[in-house]
């Protein structure tokens, strides 16, 4: 008997929920459309892969076995390897296409826009503002 009345209240309750969709366009367009869009948007659309990265590798060892090894990196889309024979090259390759953010990078703009006097720049190119004022 439990089981016969729980379907009489979902027939119910799905036979309202029809008729108030069909009767607000918007309903359609908000549960129906939109979610089709999206599909299309996010399948098509949207490519999370990340290609071309360069990475530098450090071959201290130059053997053909070495080659060998790292061969996969030469015919991949996601890798564009750059071969150098020491780690001080590829720290410079590192650092020279690094992008750095001063520490004190926020407070410059108060600095030089002239309404704070009496501070001086440090010798690793800090603000000091114990003297300073506005």
């Not at 399948?43 to 071959?59: Q, T």
């Not at 704070?116 to 603000?127: C, H, P, R």
């Amino acid at each position: 008997m439990n089981e016969n009345g729980f379907i009489k209240r979902l027939t119910a309750m799905v036979t309202k929920e029809f008729r108030q969709l069909v009767r607000d366009n918007s309903s359609i367009l908000i549960g129906i459309f939109l979610p089709i869009l999206l599909i299309f948007i996010i399948g098509y659309g949207v490519s999370l892969d990340v290609k071309n990265v360069p990475i530098a590798v450090v071959l201290e060892d130059t053997s053909p076995t070495t080659y060998n090894v790292l061969s996969f990196l030469n015919g991949s889309e996601y890798f564009s390897p750059t071969y150098v024979t020491s780690m001080h090259e590829a720290e410079k390759m590192i650092f020279d296409e690094s992008l750095v953010m001063p520490l004190y990078f926020t407070t410059q703009p108060y600095v030089t826009n002239g309404t704070i006097q009496n501070y001086f720049w440090t010798t690793l190119g800090l603000v000091d503002f114990k003297k300073a004022y506005k």
